[in-house]
């Protein structure tokens, strides 16, 4: 495809007004993270509700000179173009100019209404009886899920999609499927054993690992290493609840 003599009269036309805009945005993006009162966090929903919400009081009582600014989304952190300071994130792509610190091994726990284990779903057969609950974000976590229990090729009855964790688990808390969440750490959840419960408690699946991630050149910041303790220790609080 090529532009058209009038899209490219147009485009050198606005190209200094799009550098403008772009000079101005990193300029900003620059400014607030030079800024040493504030760290700006980028971390994924539930993550963020199960274990930095609980702990945020902690943080404030130990910090009382840092605000926190947390960014709940699936979304990729850039830290390249953003201010962002650091992100709990699976997985190490993209590192380059990036340090990973492990904070937990998870994986996918099938999640259920006490409904249906009720009716029967006690194997992981049983998922052929049954809807399946996705996040948009993770099409393959449900198909590999079933591959690693030996299941590659099962249908199950329905399948619902969501585009946020909260929204799929309020589905499953209704009785309308069954859906995979983040072990340990659904354990903690508010409702898990009651409105929520797990049909069978299998390590199946991949692993992943949940890292602490940060710039290389902010490893002596002393916001980061406040904010790598206190994530730490939450971390240790979610687990140990889940554990109990």
Not at 83 to 91: K, L, N, Q, T, W
Not at 200 to 221: C, I, M
């Amino acid at each position: 495809m090529q532009l058209t003599r009038d899209g490219q009269d147009y485009l050198e036309a606005i190209t200094p007004a799009l550098k403008l805009l772009n000079d101005a945005s990193r300029e900003l993006m620059l400014k607030r993270r030079e800024r040493k009162d504030e760290l700006w966090i980028s971390a994924t929903p539930f993550f963020t509700s199960v274990v930095l919400m609980p702990a945020l009081a902690d943080f404030r009582r130990r910090h009382p000179e840092l605000t926190l600014r947390i960014e709940a989304t699936h979304q990729y952190a850039d830290f390249g173009n953003r201010s962002i300071d650091a992100a709990i994130r699976y997985g190490r792509e993209h590192s380059a100019g990036l340090r990973f610190d492990p904070l937990v091994k998870v994986w996918g726990l099938p999640v259920c209404a006490p409904s249906l284990v009720r009716s029967g779903l006690r194997k992981p057969k049983d998922h052929a009886r049954c809807t399946l609950i996705h996040l948009g974000a993770q099409p393959k976590a449900w198909p590999a899920w079933l591959a690693s229990v030996g299941l590659p090729d099962l249908v199950p009855e329905g399948n619902l999609w969501f585009d946020t964790v909260p929204a799929m688990l309020e589905a499953a808390e209704h009785g309308l499927g069954v859906t995979l969440a983040m072990a340990p750490l659904i354990k903690v959840r508010p409702g898990f054993g009651k409105t929520l419960v797990a049909p069978f408690d299998l390590e199946a699946g991949t692993q992943e690992t949940l890292y602490l991630v940060s710039r290389v050149e902010q490893a002596k910041d002393a916001r980061i290493a406040a904010l790598r303790r206190w994530i730490g220790k939450a971390v240790d609080v979610a687990i140990g609840g889940a554990s109990r």
